[in-house]
């Protein structure tokens, strides 16, 4: 695996120099001064660090002419792997002739990193020095001679290697197994089908590692297509948990719809605990016997397996997965039935939806259920009718489906129904979903639904009179905080602190409301109420921080009129951080004496430093600097100490 790493990031380094080497042949005369001047630097007494990178250039402007210069660098401990990059790249018969020598010339590493760049240039004379040193005393130079070999392919390395396989020493003869099945792969490349197969198949009746063994096995099935097959088979019904590995992943790669037949025969056969692995294996490969097996195992397969089947559906069904994905989703079991229902979801295709929206009409029962919730889910806006009919539904699961469903693809016009599903229904969770479907259409289509709404408000009911307040929260205007502020009068006290709350939220949703700052003003003026004061304290000073039709000067002048009103020191707090957000003179001078208070100082303090840091008419530059230095000497927070500071220093 190292070697195979290494050589994949040679080809990179190789790659990019081809590309400069593409470019530099624009200007021949150019590169053959780079090339004389780079030499120049190997032959001088430049640091061993400019030579290495020296060498690397050469990779791009190095040609024959070079190698005798790089050569004698591949026997220097430091450089020598710089001195292979170029030699690796240079074109033409020198380099090869210099790794050969070379090779004969040196040993351990340096002999190792050689027979490594003999590999990457794939040289067919290499061979007979490449075979010797699959003979040496050195495990490791034998090895990377035997992976050479393999990379260099052809008969005279299979015919070296072959024999290794039994007679090389056991720490060399995986490298031996990679260097053959590396062989067979350029013979099957080559259309040397044959000989691929007795390499294949020499390694994998060899004494050698396992992992060499079951990618002799891949090699072996795929170079014999399909008649591999007997050998595929054996490897899905083997004990070994490995060999079924390799067995199922040459199970995707072996082409053929006979090989897809084949597999699908064996389905049946294999251990229950294995048919949905091969069943995932079937579902990766491309041809179109695919699916009806996958369907037949949805269908009639053990329950793992059938599950299994049915979450393939969504990357290889059609429509005609639909009649029994749909008769899955209405079974007892639990588990297949949700399966079945999130590949309905996810199934592609708008002749999918049409198809669903064809079968509401004449369903029932659990049919219809599982219908109406898959048009909503996958948003069937032409179910809409008849998921819109199913609101009076006798059957409680198919209304509360349908309910579900009209949040997501119903308009303003089943308001009205869902109105009166709320009147007509006792039953505490019915009405909760109802009321939630009814908001959401309220919030997307506001005053259209407005008129629906009345009937909630206007009856004795107090949880539907409260459900027809949100429903109006939602909805805004005029209209809807008139019935609002009528609703504060009700002689059902849940009613009326519903909507003293509504209310007190009015300017989150509609900041510039005038008419509900009115109210809310009202309220924190009048309320004898503690929660509802309160609550309209805090609503106005909300509306005030909000409304962006009010000057600074007016939000200020409006909570020095609440001020008066407001007796705790939550309020209080709450007014400081209006205050702060509204720079004039009249919130400054507020702030100064609210910071008067122990109990609030520090939260004046920060806020006045908000303020002053800022250029204000009407507030001089003295009584900015006052001001803060004032927080500088007497505040006790440290990060608002430091913002004064800040804002000391940038008034000029």
Not at 188 to 201: F, I, K, M, R, S
Request: hydrophobic share 45%; with cysteine.
């Amino acid at each position: 695996m190292t070697t195979k790493k290494r050589y994949c990031s040679w080809c990179l380094v190789l790659t990019m120099a081809a590309a400069s080497v593409a470019a530099v042949a624009q200007d021949l005369p150019a590169a053959d001064a780079k090339e004389r001047e780079l030499m120049a630097v190997l032959q001088s007494d430049a640091p061993k660090g400019e030579k290495a990178i020296t060498c690397k250039r050469l990779a791009v402007y190095g040609s024959e002419r070079c190698v005798a210069v790089v050569a004698p660098l591949l026997a220097d401990e430091e450089l020598a792997s710089w001195a292979r990059i170029a030699l690796e790249a240079i074109p033409g018969a020198a380099a090869d002739a210099a790794l050969r020598d070379a090779a004969d010339k040196l040993q351990g590493r340096l002999l190792v990193g050689v027979i490594n760049s003999i590999a990457v240039r794939r040289d067919r004379q290499a061979v007979d020095v490449l075979v010797r040193k699959l003979n040496d005393t050195d495990s490791s130079v034998a090895s990377s001679a035997a992976v050479a070999l393999g990379q260099v392919g052809g008969q005279p390395s299979a015919k070296a290697l072959t024999p290794s396989l039994a007679t090389a020493p056991a720490g060399v003869r995986s490298a031996v197994a990679e260097g053959c099945i590396l062989c067979a792969e350029r013979f099957l490349a080559q259309g040397e089908t044959a000989d691929a197969v007795a390499l294949y198949d020499a390694v994998r009746r060899a004494d050698v590692p396992n992992q060499r063994r079951l990618e002799a096995v891949r090699g072996a099935i795929l170079a014999r297509g399909s008649a591999g097959l007997p050998l595929l088979v054996e490897q899905l019904r083997s004990e070994d948990e490995e060999h079924l590995g390799i067995g199922l992943r040459t199970a995707r790669e072996l082409p053929g719809l006979d090989v897809t037949k084949a597999l699908a025969a064996e389905l049946a056969g294999l251990r229950s605990n294995r048919q949905p692995l091969l069943l995932l294996a079937l579902a990766d490969r491309d041809d179109s016997a695919v699916l009806p097996v996958v369907l037949k195992a949805a269908r009639e397969g053990r329950k793992d397996l059938r599950i299994t089947a049915i979450n393939i559906l969504p990357h290889l069904g059609d429509i005609s997965c639909v009649p029994v994905l749909l008769e899955a989703a209405t079974e007892d079991d639990a588990q297949i039935e949700q399966a079945a229902t999130e590949t309905l979801v996810r199934l592609a295709g708008k002749d999918v939806d049409a198809d669903l929206a064809g079968r509401l009409s004449p369903s029932r029962g659990k049919l219809r259920r599982v219908l109406i919730d898959l048009a909503g889910q996958r948003q069937i806006s032409q179910a809409l009718p008849e998921v819109a009919s199913s609101l009076n539904d006798a059957d409680a699961g198919i209304r509360g489906s349908a309910v579900k469903t009209v949040a997501i693809i119903g308009g303003h016009e089943q308001a009205p129904d869902l109105v009166k599903l709320l009147l007509a229904t006792r039953i505490a969770s019915e009405r909760t979903e109802i009321g939630k479907t009814l908001l959401t259409i309220c919030g997307v289509h506001g005053s259209a639904c407005l008129p629906h709404v009345r009937p909630l408000i206007q009856g004795r009911d107090p949880e539907l009179h409260i459900l027809g307040l949100r429903a109006l929260a939602v909805i805004g205007g005029s209209e809807a905080l008139t019935a609002v502020k009528s609703a504060m009068e009700s002689a059902a006290p849940a009613v009326q602190d519903e909507a003293v709350r509504i209310l007190s939220g009015w300017p989150n949703k509609w900041p510039n409301d005038s008419e509900a700052g009115k109210a809310l003003l009202a309220l924190a003026v009048s309320a004898e109420n503690m929660p509802q004061h309160v609550l309209g304290l805090r609503g106005y000073l909300q509306y005030i921080r909000g409304n962006k039709q009010l000057s600074n000067d007016e939000k200020a002048a409006e909570v020095k009129d609440l001020l008066t009103h407001i007796k705790r020191l939550e309020e209080k707090r709450q007014v400081i951080a209006v205050l702060g957000e509204t720079p004039s003179v009249l919130a400054f001078d507020l702030l100064t004496t609210l910071a008067e208070d122990s109990a609030l100082v520090e939260e004046a303090y920060s806020a006045i430093v908000q303020i002053a840091a800022q250029d204000i008419q009407g507030l001089s530059k003295e009584q900015r600097r006052q001001a803060l230095q004032t927080v500088v000497d007497k505040s006790g927070n440290d990060g608002t100490k430091q913002r004064a500071r800040k804002a000391l220093a940038g008034i000029p």
